[in-house]
């Protein structure tokens, strides 16, 4: 009788975004959370370093980005291993009780040491939540509209990352850096805990139904596929790790740039949001136009786009042209971003897609630390713009290498 309940249940399933409009909708607020939690410190933090810690070496003040990544990557990891084992709700609700004490670690902070803390909690969440919305959106909308929902997801996320860092940067300039800024990320926190508990649903049932109608065999090995054998996966992987290798380094260095040029907080606050509001709504294009258009061509413009934005930023001088640049790096992060995972969940097996997103998402948020240590590095030896011109360089090394190795996409 469980058999035949079972196979009920998964006839009854209709993949599509228009047929589960109510989740996926709740699922594209939840991951607008998520992603305020990121603009929660995104013009913040580094000032913080500065100003109320003292700290001086680059290094030091990316270090709050080093212990984000690693940690953020290493829950990717495991999020897309455990999916199926325990459930997405589960893991978003776990990713949700993370992030409350977050803000308000960094209120109290009275050392480095608690920001650090704080980043790492925020990291282990900020995998455990956006993984599972990704890979909840994909089971629900099937193989037709995965670029558009993608697209609809990240757009989300980084435009409340920009709108967020808007906000605290501007409440910075009127009332200081702390408390005020962090009581968004309380509220924040709760909302998200609470509808995560009370109206998500778990999705597994929606990947059943795919998996029995798809034609790609699964692989023995998921994570050599995804990172080295296959040309498609593989390519897409280190993209992944350049663009938040890149992303990890304007993180941390963009607002101090932007401090040596004598700029305000609340200037700070629009060069830094302009960035990632950018990445936020143009993904709303880009993604639908992955589901039409040569993934390939897509990746490798948005990669050189990035880096050419990034070696340029260290010669600007002038407000009006510092934005322009940030507005030309979202446009380049947004042509990869819901590019990346519709690929990587085009050319895997529905039963093994959040492992293999898992996978991605762990190389690609590996770039947050990867990009911090190197970028510190540089800059305490030959300074920051050397920095700065070396990951623009880098960022357009990674479009040369989808070109060259990866198979044409449509």
């Known amino acids: 009788m469980e058999v035949n309940k079972t196979n009920t249940q998964n006839i009854s399933v209709i993949l599509g975004l228009k047929e589960n409009w109510q989740q996926f909708g709740l699922l594209v607020i939840l991951n607008a959370f998520v992603g305020g939690m990121v603009g929660l410190e995104r013009s913040i933090i580094p000032q913080l370093a500065e100003t109320e810690f003292g ?4 290094s030091a003040i990316l270090s709050f980005i080093i212990a984000f990544g690693i940690t953020k990557a290493i829950a990717n990891y ?14 978003l609700i776990i990713g949700w009780l993370l992030a409350l004490p977050i803000p308000i670690i960094i209120i109290y902070a009275n050392s480095w040491s608690w920001i650090i803390v704080a980043n790492m909690l925020l990291g282990i969440s900020q995998g455990l939540t956006w993984s599972s919305t990704v890979v909840m959106k994909m089971d629900l909308v099937g193989e037709k509209q995965r670029g558009l929902a993608m697209g609809i997801n990240e757009f989300a996320g980084y435009l409340a990352i920009g709108i967020v860092a808007f906000l605290t940067g501007y409440i910075a300039e009127k009332y200081g850096v702390r408390p005020y800024p962090f009581y968004i990320g309380i509220v924040i926190s709760i909302l998200g805990l609470l509808l995560s508990i009370i109206w998500v649903k778990d999705t597994k049932k929606f990947v059943l139904k795919e998996t029995k ?3 790609i065999t699964t692989s023995e090995n998921v994570f050599m596929t995804t990172t080295f054998s296959d040309k498609t996966l593989s390519s897409v992987t280190q993209a992944g790790l350049i663009n938040n290798l890149n992303d990890g380094m304007i993180w941390g260095f963009l607002p101090i740039l932007l401090l040596q040029l004598k700029l305000n907080n609340q200037d700070i606050g629009i060069i830094t949001a302009i960035y990632p509001t950018f990445w936020g709504i143009g993904q709303l294009f880009t993604g639908k136009m992955s589901d039409i258009y040569s993934k390939k061509k897509m990746l490798f413009w948005g990669m050189l786009v990035q880096g050419i934005a990034i070696v340029l930023l260290v010669f600007a001088k002038n407000f009006y042209v510092l934005t322009i640049l940030s507005a030309f790096l979202g446009i380049g992060t947004a042509l990869v971003y819901p590019t990346f995972l519709s690929t990587i969940a085009t050319f895997t097996n529905p039963n093994q897609r959040a492992e293999s997103i898992g996978i991605f998402r762990l190389w690609r948020d590996l770039g947050y630390a990867f990009g ?8 305490d030896i030959f300074g920051m713009q050397y920095a700065v011109i070396l990951i623009g360089i880098i960022t357009i090394i990674s479009a040369i290498v989808i070109q060259t190795r990866m198979p044409k996409t449509i």
């Open 55 to 58: 700290l001086s070496s680059k």
């Open 78 to 91: 495991f999020t897309g291993r455990l999916a199926n084992k325990i459930g997405r709700k589960n893991l």
């Open 372 to 379: 911090a240590i190197i970028s510190g590095i540089i800059a």
């Open 213 to 215: 109608n798809s034609r």
